[in-house]
Nanobody, 129 residues
Framework: QVQLVESGGGLVQAGGSLRLSCTTS????????MAWFRQAPGKERGFAAY????????FYANSVKGRFTISRDNAKNAVYLQMNWLKPEDTAVYYC??????????????????????WGQGTQVTVSS
């Protein structure tokens, strides 16, 4: 069973930065696609960023493009989300998600939360105006 643990959330003023971390105790982390999703109160869980097992392939939601950067360190079994120029509308619980690579489907459904097998418990990010 793969366990994902997020950290790094907190309270920050608009325009500030935070770096979220997600670590796993699972084996073969380098073969997982990883993603960050977020869920604001009263809203569905939405896609934020994705990094394939081949870490050079990344995708971002339009709302975070240019401000957020996803990266991974396979030696540390970790994936990160650097969030800059934060806005109040970025306030949400942020979840780390992972799935085993699929050589047939590749990056298909990278933004669909139902396409991921493993989830962390979430970390709260609050951006004040």
């Amino acid at each position: 069973q793969v366990q994902l643990v997020e950290s790094g959330g907190g309270l920050v003023q608009a325009g500030g930065s935070l770096r979220l971390s997600c670590t796993t105790s699972g084996r073969s982390f380098e073969t997982y696609d990883m993603a960050w999703f977020r869920q604001a109160p009263g809203k569905e869980r939405g896609f934020a960023a994705y990094a394939s097992w081949v870490s050079t392939v990344t995708f971002y939601a339009n709302s975070v493009k240019g401000r957020f950067t996803i990266s991974r360190d396979n030696a540390k079994n970790a994936v990160y989300l650097q969030m800059n120029w934060l806005k109040p509308e970025d306030t949400a619980v942020y979840y780390c998600a992972g799935r085993p690579r699929n050589m047939m489907s590749g990056t298909d459904r990278y933004a669909d939360p139902n396409a991921y097998e493993f989830w962390g418990q979430g970390t709260q990010v609050t951006v004040s105006s």
